[in-house]
T-cell receptor, first 115, second 111 residues
C-alpha cells in the first residue's frame, strides 16, 4: 500500500497564481484532512471531509477550497496565492474518527512558497 | 480555547527516560488519547494510543490516570533519533470532527 500520497513535493508560486495540491489515499479511509504548518509552528486545520461529497471548514479555511468527489482523493485548491500561504501542507486520513481507537496517517507534505 | 496543554519544549540526554504530560480537562467520555511524533520535514506519525490505565508498545508507554484529564507519554532510554516534536491529540465534543492539534512538545536529545 502506498498510504497517503501528496503531489507535488515542492512548488513555487507567484502572487495571484492558483494551483491544486493533490492528495490521494489507497486505504479506503473515510476521513481526510488538510493541515498547514508554518516554520517552527504546529499544525493548523484547513479543511476536512468525513466522506465522499462531504467537506467542512477547519480553523484556517480562507483562501482555500476543497472537493471530495471520491473516497480516495481530496484535492486542496489555492485560487489567488498570497505570501501568507507560504507553508508546508500535510494531508492526512483515517478510516474512522481519529479521536476513537483509530489513527491518522499523514502524507509526506507539500512545501509551498509564494513569492 | 486550547483542548490540550503540553510543555513547549524539553531537553534530555541519550539513555535517559523522557516523560511528557498532556492536560486535557474536557476530554469526551468515549475519546481515546493519541500521541504523534513529527521529525523535521516529515508528516506526523502515530506512536501510541490509549483509553485508560497504561499502554505499552515497542516505542513508548502511555499512562492515563483514572480521571483521564491528563496523560503522560514515556519514552524509555532516548537516543538522538528521538529528537522530534510530540503531539497529544484528543477529541472535543464541541468541535465534533474538526480535529485540531495543540502546539506539541519539542524534545531535544543531546549526546
Amino acid at each position: 500500500n502506498a498510504g497517503v500520497t501528496q503531489t507535488p513535493k515542492f512548488r513555487i508560486l507567484k502572487i495571484g497564481q492558483s494551483m491544486t495540491l493533490q492528495c490521494t489515499q489507497d486505504m479506503n479511509h473515510n476521513y481526510m484532512y488538510w493541515y498547514r504548518q508554518d516554520p517552527g509552528m504546529g499544525l493548523k486545520l484547513i479543511y476536512y471531509s468525513v466522506g465522499a461529497g462531504i467537506t467542512d471548514k477547519g480553523e484556517v479555511p480562507n483562501g482555500y477550497n476543497v472537493s471530495r468527489s471520491t473516497t480516495e482523493d481530496f484535492p486542496l485548491r489555492l485560487e489567488l496565492a498570497a505570501p501568507s500561504q507560504t507553508s508546508v501542507y500535510f494531508c492526512a486520513s483515517s478510516y474512522g474518527q481519529p479521536t476513537t481507537n483509530e489513527k491518522l496517517f499523514f502524507g509526506s507534505g507539500t512545501q509551498l512558497s509564494v513569492l | 480555547l486550547a483542548k490540550t496543554t503540553q510543555p513547549i519544549s524539553m531537553d534530555s540526554y541519550e539513555g535517559q527516560e523522557v516523560n511528557i504530560t498532556c492536560s486535557h480537562n474536557n476530554i469526551a467520555t468515549n475519546d481515546y488519547i493519541t500521541w504523534y511524533q513529527q521529525f523535521p520535514s516529515q508528516g506526523p506519525r502515530f506512536i501510541i494510543q490509549g483509553y485508560k490505565t497504561k499502554v505499552t508498545n515497542e516505542v513508548a508507554s502511555l499512562f492515563i490516570p483514572a480521571d483521564r484529564k491528563s496523560s503522560t507519554l514515556s519514552l524509555p532510554r532516548v537516543s538522538l533519533s528521538d529528537t522530534a516534536v510530540y503531539y497529544c491529540l484528543v477529541g472535543d465534543k464541541a468541535a465534533g470532527n474538526k480535529l485540531t492539534f495543540g502546539g506539541g512538545t519539542r524534545v531535544l536529545v543531546k549526546p
